[in-house]
Each structure stands twice: as C-alpha cells, then as structure tokens.
C-alpha cells in the first residue's frame, strides 16, 4: 500500500467470505432516530509509533470483529414483507470502508492541527466531522446506506479515531461492545485465538418484536401519530445531510454550527469525584447519575423561562433494557435495545435554590426509573408493531420549547479502558455534535469516566443558559467549565 500521499481509502473485509443473508430487525430498530452515531476517540502517541503499522493493525482487528458480525458489511433495504420497514441486506463482496489519513503530510487545505493543540481544545466534537470523520456521515441514512465507516486521522503526536456506526443496528451501549472487541482483536499480544460468528439472534428480535401487550403506552411518551411526523421514515437515497457544510465550504468566524438549535451553545463541564459526592448528598439521591441529572434540569430551568408559561416539564431519559426485560439480552447482541422513557415534574418544582430543589427533582427522576419495566416496554412495541404504514408512534414532547431535556449517560462506557496494544488505550472519547441523531433539543450527556474518577459532562443549551451557569454560584460550586470543544484550525 502507498501512504506516500498522506490519505488511503481500503475496505476491509471479514477473514471469511460473507454469506448473502437479509437481516431482519426488530420493531425497537425500527423506531431509532434514521442517523449515525459518529464518536472520535483520541490517542496519544510516541514520535517512534509508525502510522502505517498502527493502521494496518486496525485493520487486522477490524477484519475479525467484521468476521464475528458479518450484518456490519451490509446495506439499509426495506423488509419485502413490510415495505415501510427496515433490514439489514449483506452480499459476498461484504466491506467496510476505514479512511488512513495523515494530517501532518496531506497538502489539503483543511486539517487537524497537532495532538497537543487538540488536547488544548479539550478534545473538540464541534467541527470534526467534515475534518476528520469518514464522508458517510455527510449523507442522511437512507436506502443503500453502509452500516459502519471509520477514519483513522494520524496528527502529529496522537490519532484520532473517527467511527460511524448506523443506528438502525446498534445502539452506544453495543458501540461500546465493538470497540472492545477492536482493541482485543488489535493488541496482537494477546488476541483471541479463534473468532467465531455471533448469530443475529431472531429469538431476541422476536423478543424484541412481539406484542404481549394490548395496553397502549403512557401518552406522555408515545402517541399515535402521522409517520411522517415520527422517526419511522428514511431519507431518500444519497441526501445530503441538513446544514453538514464542510469547512473549506465556510469561513472559519467562530460562529455557531449550522446543525445545532438556533441559539444553542455546546459546552463540556468537569465534575471532580469528591464535589460529585457532595452533589449527591445535597440532592439526597439515590445516585451521582440523579444528583447531576437533577442540579442541570435545575439550573437550565433557572436560567431559562417562566415558570407559569409550561405547567408541567418533562425529562427524556434512554434506559438499557438489555436487563431490565427477560430473558435479559446479552452484551453481544447487535441491535438496539434502549427505550426512552418520560420523567414528569411541575414545573414550579424546578426553579429555586438547589437545597430544597434537588431532593424534589431527584425524587421524580428515580421514581419514573423505577417505575419503568418491561411492562412499559412491551406496551410500546405491541402498539407500534400492529400500526399501518401511514401512522407511528411519535414523541409529543416538544423539548426545545419547553423547560424540557434530554438526559443521556455514558459513563459506564470502558473506552478508556481498552488497551490497542501497540496503540495503547485512549485519553478521551467524544460525541460528534455535528452529527447527533436527535435535533432541537436540550441535552445533557455525561462522558466516560476518568482515570482519576472525574466526570464531563457535555450539554447542548441555549446560549441564555450558557451564560447563566458561567455566573451561577451554586452551581460553580459543583462543576468547572471544560470549554466549547470547538474546533479550532
């Protein structure tokens, strides 16, 4: 192979020829936002680390995790039985496509400055993905769309490791699933002897799939829609994705990322373990997770509108069934399994000083958990899976008008934690927000776990909200500022 230009585009292939299969997906695919979730993983590296060795043992690692899950190589077709959803169709020529790209040689225009700088930018998620992300993502998720791309951005002293994976297959808790099984397969000191192909279970998509209730969901989660209306429908092919410009299309003037809410600003927070244990005793929560959840719905509220205007606010919270129903799904099941459930408080009840806010707030959050079983579940995908074509169930919350959020966590997520071998184990993950599967909302997602316990916390908010908590004593008693995580050419 010839590095010499400073940019390589190959398939990779599983070990094993693929078998032509269509694969069938369960009702729970069916109903996840039609986007990527698109997450650059940062490396640092040694001057005597050779990038084209580095790469070529990310291959050699990709290829086994293709040959234990060969559906990664296929392509979005519509199921023949039922054309308005979707599956999973693979073929003998089954690829993936993983982009070698050396910034420090390439003559383009655009590209990413040294590890150092980025690590000075707190590792960006705004701006990456044109810059460093594999071309896919600049297309909306349509018929014929790949199910994995990845782009390994060599710069000097570091990589950044850019993976796309569809979501009508995974959802990030089997993301997190793939890329231990990259490292594994990766570390050639101590790889797994054997790969052997893991089944598209159609037990667990039946489980997944069929109705054993007739009762219809909570209504402040799901109502009966048009399917337009929902996240049931798919883009035409090849369309380009809303406001995706690349950069060497736009000035760089700092201004705010097309994709983003009109007004919205993304910031990434520090929480250190010792103020983490402080904010759960003050909230009185039943976890960290409630106690941060709590403090942010607190605050944003605060900050952002008038109380009387929306009686009641909402939190949307994804939880992992893979537990929670029975038999549990096991980790290594390729699909989706989280459902979102619907966390009500009076609004009233959000806004005032965090010592007697927190414990109300807390309360209603770990209620709403607790009371989310399979039962729930199965009433949701009874009710979407007997629908027609022209209707869905669809989310009737609209959050970015309300005092309403998105609370999402991912610090159980081990990326730090898995050794590449000669790569090592990475510094930070982040999530391209150029490329969220879910727009016009308020978000709060807590990142992976530090080394020393530390928590980030990245938020989407109104630039009002921004500001305030930039000047919130009580809630700077808790969490520093991390930055933008824009990047910066």
Known sequence: MDFTSGQLNEQVKPLNPVTPKLYTLSTVDQYVPKAWITR?????????KVPAEIYDQLKTGLSHVLTMYPQMTGQVRRQPDKPHWVAIQT???GSVQFTFRDHTTSTDEVKLPSYARLKELNFPMQGMVATACHPVTQYEVS???CMFAAQANFVEGGLVLASTVNHICVDGAWWN??????????????APHTTEVIEHSMKIVSQLSVPTSE???????????????SNF???????????????????????????????????????SPQKQAALKSTAKAYSTMDSIYSLFWNRAATHSY???????????????MRTRVSPCVPNSYMGNTVSLMTAPIPSLSLVGPIAEKLPLITSAIRTTIRAYTEEEFMRFIGTANTLPPSQALINPTNIMLTPSILLNDHSKLGIMTYDFGTLGKAERMRDAVDDLPIRNVNIVLVLPRLEDGTLE?????DHEVVAGLEKDPEFLEFFGCGGDGKLVM
């Not at 916390?457 to 908010?461: A, G, I, K, S």
């Open 40 to 48: 650059m993983v940062y490396f640092p590296l040694d001057h005597n």
């Open 91 to 93: 073929s003998a020529e």
């Open 143 to 145: 018929e014929g769309s």
């Open 177 to 190: 699933e793939l890329f231990k099984l990259w490292a594994s397969y990766t570390d050639l000191t101590s």
């Open 215 to 229: 009762t219809p969901p909570d209504p402040q989660t799901w109502t009966i829609g048009d399917a337009t209306a």
């Open 233 to 271: 429908l798919m883009a035409p092919p090849s369309t380009p994705a809303s406001g995706l410009v690349h950069p060497r299309d736009q000035p760089n003037s700092g201004s705010p990322d097309p994709v983003l809410p009109l007004g919205s600003q993304v910031r990434t927070w520090t929480i």
């Open 306 to 320: 008038v109380p009387t205007t929306h009686p009641t606010a909402l939190a949307r919270i994804p939880i992992d």
């Open 457 to 461: 916390v990245m938020t989407v908010l």
